[in-house]
């Protein structure tokens, strides 16, 4: 029987190669190819921020070792991104370097925590938007 540690490795193992092209893509194009992106359409309409604005922007700072830029776009991202690197590692080491058996890694909590974390920041960006007039990217 497959855990939740199990399906999530493989779902790991899955997105590494796209995630990393993603991420070298937006380093290509700089960060004038993504302004010419469309933008957040839920910004565009409702003139709030969404749950992910500043996601694309904390990748590509992300990908370029800025992680305090990529933070302040977007804490989520830069949890998620360490949380992916630790999680895999340490999957690896189990699977392939020992043989001892461990329990298995509650990544629901991991899942929980970027959830109140993405709505946390969506927030805080709004009340600084709509009390001070503080546009935060």
């Given amino acids: ?24 893509f937006l380093r290509m194009i700089g ?24 996601g694309t922007r904390a990748v590509y700072y992300l990908a370029g070792g800025n992680l305090v830029k990529a933070f302040c776009c977007h804490p989520a991202v ?7 690197v630790i999680f895999m590692i340490t999957c690896f080491y189990r699977r392939h370097l020992t043989k001892k058996q ?3 890694i509650k990544i629901e909590r991991y899942v929980y925590a970027a959830a109140v974390l993405v709505l946390l920041q969506f927030v805080i960006k709004n009340v600084l938007l709509f009390a001070f007039g503080w546009a935060w990217i």
Avoid: H, S, W
């Fill in 1 to 24: 029987m497959q855990t939740n540690e199990d399906i999530f490795y493989k779902l790991g193992k899955i997105a590494l190669l796209p995630g990393v092209l993603g991420a070298v």
């Fill in 78 to 84: 830069v949890f998620m991104a360490v949380v992916y």
């Fill in 31 to 54: 960060r004038e190819g993504i302004a010419r992106f469309p933008g957040c359409q839920f910004r565009r309409i409702l003139g709030i921020y969404c749950p992910g604005c500043g």
């Fill in 102 to 104: 461990y329990p298995p």
